[in-house]
């Protein structure tokens, strides 16, 4: 019973110490496995540690390469703010080549994913223009040697019919054009930059490969040269390019010669836009005077081209007719019935003569006569009127008083000194020679008295005085 009883028990024993020593091993077991774990896992980063600092050299010759070229990347590229600035850019290059807008969109920008993984955000914009294909062309020649990088993404051209070009004389082809940049929007630049260590001396150890890569960023152009005498190749053939007449000029000769003529009209309707908003009476009566001089000149080289017979090509006679000499009668008669209708009121008299009389008064005598020439032609129309008729002589002894002043002060000559004696005739010299009361000085001017420090001299029946 005994030895039953011993045998359970040491089996007992037996069993929970291999169970004891089983679990020791299994939990070993799983430290080693660990263990093992980590020194594949320190091997990985020492290997990613070794390409690392492998690497770090060439990623620090190109961190100094942007850094130094980053100025360039801004020049090139506009940021946020400088995008409105473009978009005024292309307006004034569709003014210059002569396109009329007819529609403007942005059509896409970056997402906010690629924003956060690139400095670069593309931004596009769709226009919708109108006009012949060498302005066209003349327009992407600006985009092309715009200081920013500027793409043209796609571009659509639909042709002007036959018929438009001969009713109005234009070759006006429907455009669809996107244009595409980029904003330059570096990531983490409020940041700071990470400080390299011998910076200078690594940077000047690049310069050659900063010069490279400064140079690939350099935009390269092509200058737009014009239509240099070609017609254009969207324009239906049955419209004639030649003329046989031989007085006419060549057919790019008259469309310059009209385009000329119009931009001179519309400069002439820019003068009638700004009298008519005018703020003041003087203002007015100067923009209308610069109009009718420049309609003048306008109808003087209108009929003369029309006498010669100079304008025969049918677009180019067509856009003479609609867009000059019809435009022109238009002005004429507008500031005819202005000048029948107001003529200069009293006030508007009285204003231009207190302005002469300031700018007399300050010796601005030039101011004072072109302020009397924006109101001398409309004088005639103050007959039978005597206030206006007092208001208008006063004026023109303004203006003849300015004449003499601004004359007289041309007038060129040297005082060398006076001598004044009492119970004697007073002494100047002038221009080296001895002059006194009554002697001629010049074609026009006549010692009219002398005093210390001035002398009076009779000009063209009045008193100026001189002082030395």
């Not at 715009?146 to 639909?158: D, G, P």
């Not at 003529?261 to 400069?267: D, G, I, K, Q, T």
Request: overall charge negative; aromatic content about 8%; proline content about 3%.
């Amino acid at each position: 019973m005994k030895d039953k009883q011993f045998w359970s028990a040491f089996c007992g024993i037996t069993a929970g110490l291999a169970l004891l020593f089983g679990y020791l091993i299994y939990s070993e077991l799983g430290n080693v496995n660990t263990a093992q774990a980590e020194v594949v896992s320190l091997r990985d980063q020492i290997k990613r540690s070794r390409t690392t600092v492998q690497s770090t050299p060439e990623v620090e010759q190109e961190v100094i390469i942007l850094r130094e070229i980053s100025d360039r990347i801004r020049e090139i590229l506009p940021d946020t703010k400088d995008l409105n600035n473009v978009i005024r850019d292309f307006q004034e290059y569709m003014q210059e080549a002569g396109v009329s807008s007819q529609g403007f969109r942005p059509t896409s920008q970056a997402s906010s994913r690629q924003r956060t993984r690139s400095a670069f955000e593309r931004v596009s914009y769709q226009w919708r223009l109108a006009g012949d294909t060498f302005q066209v062309l003349d327009f992407l020649n600006r985009i092309e040697t715009h200081s920013r990088f500027m793409a043209v993404s796609s571009l659509s051209i639909k042709s002007a019919n036959r018929r438009q070009i001969l009713d109005e004389g234009i070759a006006s082809h429907a455009i669809v054009l996107d244009v595409e940049t980029y904003k330059y929007v570096p990531p983490g630049a409020d940041e700071g930059e990470v400080e390299i260590r011998s910076y200078e001396r690594k940077r000047d150890l690049l310069s050659g490969k900063i010069g490279v890569r400064r140079q690939a960023l350099t935009l390269q152009t092509y200058r737009y040269q014009g239509a240099r005498g070609r017609r254009d190749p969207l324009v239906d053939p049955r419209v004639p390019a030649r003329v046989d007449d031989p007085n006419a000029w060549t057919v790019q000769r008259q469309q310059e010669e009209v385009d000329e003529l119009v931009a001179r009209v519309e400069e002439a309707q820019g003068y009638w836009a700004a009298s008519i908003a005018a703020k003041s009476v003087l203002e007015r009566m100067v923009q209308r005077s610069e109009l009718e001089k420049l309609i003048l000149r306008i109808a003087e080289d209108l009929g003369r081209i029309e006498d010669e017979g100079r304008i025969t090509y049918r677009p180019a006679r067509k856009r003479l007719d609609t867009m000059v000499a019809d435009p022109l009668e238009v002005l004429r008669l507008a500031l005819d019935r202005s000048k029948a209708i107001e003529g200069p009121s009293a006030t508007a008299l009285q204003t231009v003569g207190d302005t002469m009389v300031g700018y007399i008064e300050g010796f601005r005598y030039e101011y004072a006569l072109d302020a009397f020439d924006a109101i001398e032609d409309s004088l005639d129309l103050l007959v039978d009127d005597p206030e206006r008729e007092e208001l208008a002589n006063w004026l023109i002894l303004l203006s003849e008083e300015a004449t003499i002043l601004r004359d007289f002060s041309r007038a060129e000559f040297k005082v060398g000194g006076v001598a004044i004696i009492e119970g004697l005739q007073p002494v100047i010299i002038i221009d080296g020679k001895r002059k006194t009361i009554g002697d001629p000085v010049g074609d026009e001017l006549v010692v009219h008295d002398v005093r210390p420090n001035e002398v009076d001299f009779i000009f063209r029946g009045a008193i100026v005085t001189r002082e030395f």
